[in-house]
């Protein structure tokens, strides 16, 4: 169980610093944040529930913990993409296409 | 929902949340919690009365096992796309913003099919008006909005028009 | 604190390192606020590890309360940077 606990924690951990990287090295905000988000949601949950499968009387708590983690992060990386998105930021040179000009049609119909 | 229905449901809630994050069960915390939760319900359940919950069901409840099931594999599988578009030298990415729509009806669906989304792989969401979902895609396949939404959001929508039918 | 655990921590500091590094330099003010956001989830698996490497039950209460704050910290931030006051 020890040991299960430690692999779970370690796989937690380098997706932690693997969203770390993605963060330091995507051209444009919203890239940014779907590293931000993903990476550390994942990478969070497994270091959280990890620690609690090594140390079998913290479970419970570290469960409530990584359920909270797992209910926010989408919720405030959400909230930031949409600023970002309100105060004009450019997308990177490679984007492909960009349908947020015709998306304020939508908001007269209704 | 009567207003003395949502303020049941936002007192149990208050209290279920308490008792979670306290994790005893002592009288004089318990007591304090039974206190706070029903002072806070008492000033926002207005606030609640238009939020409605489905009722309970075995069907719903069989179905929402098989949603969770369905957003663990989808997480795991977003990771793994990010991380491998992280490392890889070149930084493959294709990005682009398209618009979705959905025919999920009721706040409370659409705010769990939002979340969904920004869980899954490579897309996340922008703006939510009406039925329309503005979503930023890591790796844009398809321009036309129908084409979108049938790779965006059908693998959830189906489970969750039964769960919040 | 064995050598695992070391590792796991010097681990966790280098992705600390590059967010951080971010946060110094984003061209734009959303690029800093995602830097921080990214921060604090995992400053609170650092609070977790840490409990975990001095085996105090305290930390968790710490990491609890500090993932409360600062998802209402920022969600306040992210509402300032979208209309200004």
Partial sequence: ???????????????????????????????????????????????????????????????????????TNPISSHSLGRAAYKSGTELAEESVVDMAGEFDDYSEEG | MSKVKSFFYLFSALFLIW???????????LGLGLIISLFLSTIFFKTYVGLGFPPLGIKRFLFALIYIIVLFKEIVKANLDVAYRAVHPEVPINPGIVIINTDLEGDV?????????????????????????LIHWINVETTSKEEATELIGKRFEKYLKIIFA | MNIVTISFLSIICLGLFLSFIRMLRGPTPPDRAVAVDTMTTMIVATLVLIGFVLERYVYLDVALVYSLISFVGLVALARFLEKGF
């Fill in chain 1, 1 to 71: 169980m020890y040991y299960l606990g430690l692999v779970v924690t370690g796989v937690g951990v380098l997706f932690l610093c693997l969203g770390g990287l993605g963060l330091f090295r995507f051209p444009d905000v919203y890239n940014r944040v779907q590293a931000g988000t993903k990476c550390t949601t994942l990478g969070a949950f497994c270091t959280i529930l990890g620690v609690g499968i090594t140390q079998p009387g913290w479970f419970w708590k570290t469960l409530i913990i990584a359920l909270f983690i797992l209910a």
């Fill in chain 2, 19 to 29: 008792i979670g994050f306290t994790t005893t069960f002592q009288p004089q915390e």
């Fill in chain 2, 109 to 133: 669906a659409r705010m769990v099919l939002a979340n969904s989304i920004t869980l899954t792989p490579g897309t996340f969401t922008l703006d939510v008006i009406g039925d329309h979902l």
